[in-house]
T-cell receptor, first 115, second 116 residues
């Protein structure tokens, strides 16, 4: 498809396990963003990639969270030793450039539930 | 201080009426952008409209318009002739360049319900 693709769409796992979330941005989009949305809340910025580099990791909640992007395309967000407070919808977005009036196009998200 | 403030957690509006969703922002950056997104119950975030800080005219996109009052730092979304399909969460967001990095900060949203 032409949109941002995220997988899995749903993930249920036990506390303490590691999880890996995937984002496939729109082809040609150089900027990629990860957000977290807790139930009934707004979006919390996690990390931003320009190409393969992440100039802004300030939103990552703890050192259990990490993200990488390879080939200027697919990105993975990894959460190690998951905790119940990690339960949320994780949204990925991409845009053509990091400046200007380019909107961010969002994927459908991964709903993560930690038991 | 909140970067983006949406003071209406919920609104109920009669179908076909116009509705204004409030958004105020706080920034010292002279160059910024303001976005509105719609999030239906299905969860996807849908881009609606954009306003740049240097734009002279208010942005319009179909039934959506943005009432941009720069001196007041407000960027209210106006939906004309509301439809049942407009029922959703609406988020205001601001793009800033901070130390060379782009940041998009979202408000807490307004849940709009259109009543038939």
């Amino acid at each position: 498809g032409a949109g941002v693709s995220q997988s899995p769409s749903n993930k249920v796992t036990e506390k303490g396990k590691d999880v890996e979330l995937r984002c496939d941005p729109i082809s040609g989009h150089t900027a990629l963003y990860w957000y977290r949305q807790s139930l009934g809340q707004g979006l919390e910025f996690l990390i931003y990639f320009q190409g393969n580099s992440a100039p802004d990791k300030s939103g990552l909640p703890s050192d259990r969270f990490s993200a990488e992007r390879t080939g200027g395309s697919v990105s993975t967000l990894t959460i190690q030793r998951t905790q119940q407070e990690d339960s949320a919808v994780y949204l990925c977005a991409s845009s053509q450039t990091r400046l200007g009036n380019q909107p961010q196009h969002f994927g459908d998200g991964t709903r993560l539930s930690i038991l | 201080a909140q970067k983006i403030t949406q003071t209406q957690p919920g609104m109920f509006v009669q179908e076909k009426e116009a509705v204004t969703l409030d958004c105020t922002y706080d920034t010292s950056d002279p160059s910024y952008g303001l976005f509105w997104y719609k999030q239906p119950s299905s969860g996807e975030m849908i881009f609606l409209i954009y306003q740049g800080s240097y734009d002279q005219q208010n942005a319009t996109e179909g039934r959506y318009s943005l009432n941009f009052q720069k001196a007041r730092k407000s960027a209210n979304l106006v939906i004309s002739a509301s439809q049942l399909g407009d029922s959703a969460m609406y988020f205001c967001a601001m793009r800033e360049l901070i130390l060379g990095n782009e940041k998009l900060t979202f408000g807490t949203g307004t849940r709009l319900t259109i009543i038939p």
